[in-house]
């Protein structure tokens, strides 16, 4: 079987680079629901947001998706008092399989030196700080990019829910589901998940669970937020939860190897875990840990909390042939002040 990366980082992005000055960056994070474009004035320190509707090609088409795009790009501009020609780098990170396309309608529209990459791209920067290492990403959705010392990436999972997304927010929550369904037939144990299900979906019984999911029928998203239930349920000590996490990290800890083995990643290296199915803390966190440690015993595992946005201003950084004058933290802390201002005056 013929296999290559699926994703790769384009040369301005392979190595970082010192002795370059930038003023300007900017970084977008374009997923299936919304897009976010932030500008950072690196003298200043100041970002200024934008955004979008879906910039995911796959979902909208390439035409609307870059139109999402170009849409908080300019807002992001606009309220930096920056036009697109002024801007030292630009990457823009976009969910979906048909980024070329995508690529081709934003260089005629913006600066040929827009550099559009896959989302992953921008996610494996914010949960490495864009360093050889891992990024495992795992919300609604799950995916694994890393990259090698040699800049040799690999790309493992990411197939969507129907043929993959294992260990993903859907993964958890839809097979939390069929362990109440199987605790209903008396085909499988008891398990808190059941009582839990019926309250959250707002249901008298799990039959009526099923007629909800088949003849509404549930979205993908609203399936997959009982997983916030599945991590509580897990918590509190239920076998049958605590064995979907195992289960969850048994998956996705197999496809992290293989891309540590793709990539030659050896010795010390980073392997940053991003979105929302990890915020259900040890319960998934330590048994990934340990299956990965298993065979690369050196690897730095670490929730990150920086949004996959400031992995794309990171990646501007280098692709302007410096290095982002802000550490990691002073970053997260300015996206997170950016955005919780952002949301107030949008309330």
């Given at each position: 079987m013929r296999r290559d990366p699926l994703v790769t980082l384009p040369p301005p992005l392979q190595a970082a680079r010192r002795g370059g000055e930038a003023r300007?960056?900017?970084?977008?994070?374009?997923?299936?629901?919304?897009?976010?474009?932030?500008?950072?004035?690196?003298?200043?320190?100041?970002?200024?947001?934008?955004?979008?509707?879906?910039?995911?090609?796959?979902?909208?088409?390439?035409?609307?998706?870059?139109?999402?795009?170009?849409?908080?790009?300019?807002?992001?501009?606009?309220?930096?008092?920056?036009?697109?020609?002024?801007l030292d780098a630009a990457v823009l990170a976009v969910a979906g399989t048909d980024t070329d396309a995508v690529d081709r309608h934003v260089k005629a529209a913006r600066p040929p030196a827009w550099i559009v990459v896959n989302d992953v791209i921008g996610a494996w920067a914010a949960a490495t700080s864009a360093r050889p290492g891992v990024g495992t990403i795992s919300g609604t959705g799950s995916n694994v990019f890393g990259v090698g010392p040699d800049a040799r990436c690999w790309r493992a999972g990411g197939w969507g829910h129907v043929l993959g997304d294992e260990g993903?927010?859907?993964?958890?929550?839809?097979?939390?589901?069929?362990?109440?369904?199987?605790?209903?037939?008396?085909?499988?144990?008891?398990?808190?998940?059941?009582?839990?299900?019926?309250?959250?979906?707002?249901?008298a019984s799990v039959e009526e669970l099923a007629r909800l999911v088949y003849a509404r029928p549930l979205s993908k998203g609203e399936i997959a937020a009982f997983a916030v239930q599945t991590a509580r349920v897990a918590h509190a000590g239920d076998a049958v939860a605590v064995a979907l996490y195992?289960?969850?990290?048994?998956?996705?800890?197999?496809?992290?190897?293989?891309?540590?083995?793709?990539?030659?990643?050896?010795?010390?290296?980073?392997?940053?875990?991003?979105?929302?199915?990890?915020?259900?803390?040890?319960?998934?966190?330590?048994?990934?840990?340990?299956?990965?440690?298993?065979?690369?015993?050196?690897?730095?595992?670490?929730?990150v909390e920086t949004p996959p946005v400031g992995g794309c201003l990171q990646l501007a950084a280098r692709a302007a042939g410096c290095e982002l004058?802000?550490?990691?933290?002073?970053?997260?802390?300015?996206?997170?002040?950016?955005?919780?201002?952002?949301g107030a005056f949008r309330e």
């Open positions: 300007w960056l900017m970084g977008v994070d374009g997923g299936a629901t919304k897009t976010l474009a932030a500008v950072l004035d690196v003298q200043e320190r100041r970002l200024h947001l934008g955004h979008g509707a879906s910039s995911n090609a796959d979902a909208v088409g390439p035409r609307a998706a870059t139109e999402s795009l170009l849409r908080a790009t300019d807002e992001a501009l606009d309220r930096g008092g920056v036009s697109p020609e002024q993903s927010g859907y993964w958890l929550a839809a097979r939390s589901l069929r362990a109440a369904l199987a605790d209903r037939d008396g085909s499988g144990p008891p398990t808190a998940l059941s009582r839990a299900a019926l309250d959250f979906f707002s249901v195992e289960r969850a990290a048994r998956e996705l800890g197999a496809q992290v190897l293989a891309v540590i083995e793709r990539t030659g990643l050896r010795g010390r290296f980073p392997l940053g875990l991003i979105g929302s199915a990890f915020k259900a803390g040890a319960v998934f966190v330590e048994p990934l840990a340990r299956i990965v440690r298993e065979r690369a015993p050196q690897v730095d595992v670490a929730v004058a802000l550490e990691d933290e002073e970053l997260r802390a300015l996206l997170e002040q950016s955005l919780a201002r952002e």
